[in-house]
């Protein structure tokens, strides 16, 4: 290992700094920020947060519970009207935090869920 001058350590800090802060920020908001509540509605976010986070399970193109990771066939979240219909459900399970079977689902998207039931549950 060559040696490193101040500066040059200073530098290294500085971009490990940097990494740890880009790390953080991408952690909490995801792609885009967290929605205005009164905002939220299916096609603006809800819709994104079903694919971001439960599609890979409960998608009606997954034949078989194999295929699903075991996730029931009744419960599928492709569409507004699936989604509408399995609210409270959904609802339920993102609170207690067990769904996505590990957890996980940041903090915002469970707000913006919550937000559509309260804003009626608006496709637009
Ligand atoms: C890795 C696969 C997987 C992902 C991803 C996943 N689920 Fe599930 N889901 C399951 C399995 C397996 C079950 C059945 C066991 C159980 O109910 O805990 C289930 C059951 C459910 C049920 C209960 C269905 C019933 O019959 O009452 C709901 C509601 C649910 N999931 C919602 C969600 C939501 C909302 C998300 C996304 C935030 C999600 N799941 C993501 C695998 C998954």
């Not at 200073?10 to 971009?15: E, K, Q, S, Y």
């Not at 952690?27 to 819709?47: I, N």
């Not at 295929?67 to 399970?93: C, G, K, L, M």
Request: glycine content about 8%.
């Amino acid at each position: 290992m060559p040696q490193l001058s101040k500066t040059q350590r200073h530098r290294l800090v500085a971009l490990a700094l940097a990494l740890a802060l880009a790390l953080l920020v991408s952690a909490c908001g995801g792609d885009e920020p967290c929605p205005e509540p009164s905002t939220v509605s299916y096609r603006a976010h809800v819709q994104f947060v079903m694919s971001r986070h439960c599609l890979s399970c409960h998608d009606v193109a997954l034949k078989g519970l194999g295929v699903r990771n075991q996730a029931p066939e009744s419960h599928n979240y492709n569409t507004y009207s699936e989604v509408f219909a399995r609210a409270d459900d959904i609802q339920r399970r993102l609170s207690a935090g067990d769904m996505p079977p590990g957890g996980g689902v940041p903090s915002c998207d469970k707000q913006t869920f919550a937000s559509w039931i309260t804003n009626g549950k608006p496709e637009r």
